[in-house]
């Protein structure tokens, strides 16, 4: 036994603080939460006029992210970290672009033979259309009042003048503020696209560890629930909705119908709703009626019944319902109530939360059924 004794090991103070110093730690935790509240709500009233631009470009870059990664990997020789973004934001761009030009000059064209045909009928008054003697009732008492209104000039032009000009005024610039407007927002989703696209990998990271720490393990399956929704869709309700419009526009241009590649868009449009096809062929149809082209019209009409019967009973839910395991009504309610909820944008928000929903859904049956709660 030696004399200098080795010095005694203390044992680590495994004792709670006292309450004095834990109480100082509470109100700093509680301080910081509310600050952080307090500037979250702060930025998000600052950006509110932006927020559905933040969120369709999120939805564009959701939906692009898969192909963008394969391409990303395929193609690794591409110099410089901003090249494929760029690509895929001005493909995507280009997307909305070139069919909304295309509208825009046949809606041009329209217009100016529209004023044509009012610059005539002010010198030489509208004929009685031939139609009009092809209806299966009322037609004499139509072409009365047709040529007691419409076929004097003098009549047209006094109907002309007694439109209200300045309202008309005020209406085109008010539609070419919204356009503007409208144009601005949608730059500003591209512009949000090529950002997410160029840094996603730390974006993804970034709230996965956000994820993580605010609902754990179970934040991130809500999550891939919400992605899983958003590619259903825009194959559902996107892709379906401009293979209904190209079949329908080639349709058209069959059938002979007014501007078939306008009603074609029409359609496409029409289409990422569903049920809402009906109207765009209902439109067709009776303009073929109109022109004497009833085989045809008959023809577009049961068509376009049968292709929207195929696409919102059977690819829609295989599309949509097959991604998140969804039934078929709730896709359907999660699309409608979207719609009237957040416009357009509802289209993909309506059936994400309702994914979400029904992930909860199930983890909650599921979990009592075995006993967890």
């Known amino acids: 036994m030696t004399d200098h004794a080795s010095p005694a090991i203390v044992p680590r103070d495994t004792r709670p603080p006292p309450r004095r110093v834990r109480e100082p730690q509470r109100v700093q935790r509680i301080a910081r939460g509310l600050l952080a509240i307090f500037f979250t709500g702060l930025a998000l009233y600052t950006i509110r006029g932006f927020l559905p631009s933040l969120i369709w470009g999120g939805v564009f870059a959701i939906a692009a992210w898969p192909l963008y990664v394969g391409s990303r990997n395929r193609w690794k020789s591409l110099p410089g970290g901003t090249v494929l973004p760029l690509i895929f934001t001005l493909g995507v761009a280009l997307m909305f672009l070139i069919p909304m030009g295309l509208f825009a000059l046949e809606a041009g064209r329209e217009a100016q033979s529209i004023a044509m045909w009012m610059n005539e009928a002010r010198h030489s008054g509208v004929p009685v259309p031939g139609w009009i003697h092809a209806l299966p009732f009322g037609a004499p008492a139509v072409t009365s009042w047709w040529e007691n209104h419409l076929q004097n000039p003098d009549d047209v032009s006094t109907l002309l003048h007694s439109l209200n000009i300045g309202r008309s005024v005020q209406v085109t610039?008010?539609?070419?503020?919204?356009?503007?407007?409208?144009?601005?927002?949608?730059?500003?989703?591209?512009?949000?696209?090529?950002?997410?696209?160029?840094?996603?990998?730390?974006?993804?990271?970034?709230?996965?560890?956000?994820s993580r720490r605010a609902f754990g393990k179970r934040g991130e399956g809500i999550a891939q629930q919400i992605i899983a929704s958003i590619h259903g869709t825009v194959a559902g309700l996107v892709l379906v909705g401009i293979g209904e419009g190209a079949l329908m526009g080639v349709a058209y241009l069959i059938a002979g119908a007014p501007h078939p590649f306008l009603f074609g868009v029409f359609t496409a449009v029409a289409a990422m709703i569903p049920f809402c096809a009906v109207i765009a062929v209902g439109v067709v149809s009776l303009l073929l009626l109109v022109k004497g082209a009833t085989i045809a019209a008959i023809a577009i009409l049961g068509l376009g019944l049968a292709v929207i019967f195929l696409a919102d009973h059977l690819v829609r839910p295989a599309l949509i319902g097959g991604s998140t395991e969804m039934p078929f009504l709730w896709v359907l309610t999660g699309i409608l109530g979207g719609v009237e909820s957040w416009n357009l944008l509802g289209l993909f928000l309506g059936p994400a939360i309702m994914a979400v929903l029904h992930l909860l859904w199930r983890n909650w049956t599921r979990d009592r059924q075995q006993g967890e709660f």
Do not use: A, P, Y
């Open 173 to 210: 610039q008010r539609l070419g503020s919204q356009i503007f407007h409208r144009g601005l927002l949608f730059v500003f989703s591209i512009l949000t696209l090529f950002f997410l696209l160029k840094d996603g990998e730390s974006v993804i990271r970034q709230c996965l560890v956000v």
